[in-house]
């Protein structure tokens, strides 16, 4: 499975952005989607994730009610829609593929990953 993500930026607080990732290749199988973000010295940290049919999401505390995680399974997309944005969301952010199974936030059970994509907030 190839990832690409793209819409990341740099915006003052209390803005939004719109991250989105591409999927190819074996997304059939590997079809459990998530957005990770890592600041510098930091592990990766589970920001929003969604099942297969695009029935459940699971999101981070402190993003709850400023992120919504959003699929297209046609166009094998995976979106993340940031609004409110504050300076502490600033990280590198990620788009995840994996089986579906497991604890959502645990970066381990997945099994690819995009480039990343980097969210300045200032």
């Known amino acids: 499975v190839q990832l690409v993500e793209s819409g990341g930026g740099s915006v003052q607080p209390g803005g939004s952005l719109r991250l989105s990732c591409v999927a190819s290749?074996?997304?059939?199988?590997?079809?459990?989607m998530g957005w990770f973000r890592q600041t510098p010295g930091k592990g990766r940290e589970g920001v929003a994730a969604?099942?297969?049919?695009?029935?459940?999401?699971y999101y981070f505390d402190s993003v709850k009610g400023r992120f919504t995680i959003s699929r297209d399974n046609a166009k094998n997309t995976v979106d993340l829609q940031m609004d409110n944005l504050k300076p502490e969301d600033t990280a590198m952010y990620y788009c995840?593929?994996?089986?579906?199974?497991?604890?959502?936030?645990?970066?381990?059970?997945?099994?690819?990953w995009g480039q990343g994509t980097q969210v300045t907030v200032s």
């Open positions: 995840a593929a994996g089986k579906p199974y497991g604890n959502w936030y645990d970066s381990t059970r997945y099994n690819f």
């Open positions: 290749g074996d997304t059939y199988t590997y079809n459990f």
């Open positions: 969604i099942n297969p049919g695009g029935g459940l999401t």
